[in-house]
């Protein structure tokens, strides 16, 4: 994949969904992608009320959800024998890189020295 595209964490979902980042932060990319397992995290995540769990669907149904295929699983499994990280993020890391794919996240420590492009919207 070329162009303007991203995959956002799922922390970069949650700071969108409690507007304490702009929906404008998005708006930079031509397509905007999550992880089947950025999707399984968030959906999986105890609501305030019916209404927040509403929100967040409707926010992340505009979202294209990449699946886990043999690339993704291939470049996990290098990821995980160079790196000690978690399974689920080394996945996401996966997804961002098979994909070429700018990975959006606060959480830039969790994927130092992984061969992924990172945009920090905070900085």
Not at 51 to 69: G, H, R, T
């Amino acid at each position: 994949m070329t162009g303007n595209k991203a995959l956002l964490d799922s922390n970069v979902i949650i700071y969108l969904a409690k507007r304490e980042m702009p929906l404008e932060i998005i708006d930079q990319f031509d397509d905007i992608c999550i992880s089947v397992i950025t999707y399984m995290e968030i959906l999986g995540f105890s609501f305030f009320d019916q209404e927040e769990e509403k929100y967040i669907k409707e926010l992340i149904s505009i979202f294209n959800i990449i699946y886990v295929d043999q690339k993704i699983a291939d470049i996990t499994i290098d990821i995980r024998k160079r790196k000690r990280i978690k399974l689920p993020n080394a996945i996401i890391a996966a997804t961002a890189i098979s994909h070429d794919l700018q990975f959006v996240t606060r959480n830039v420590a969790d994927f130092e020295n992984i061969n992924v492009k990172i945009l920090n919207p905070f900085d």
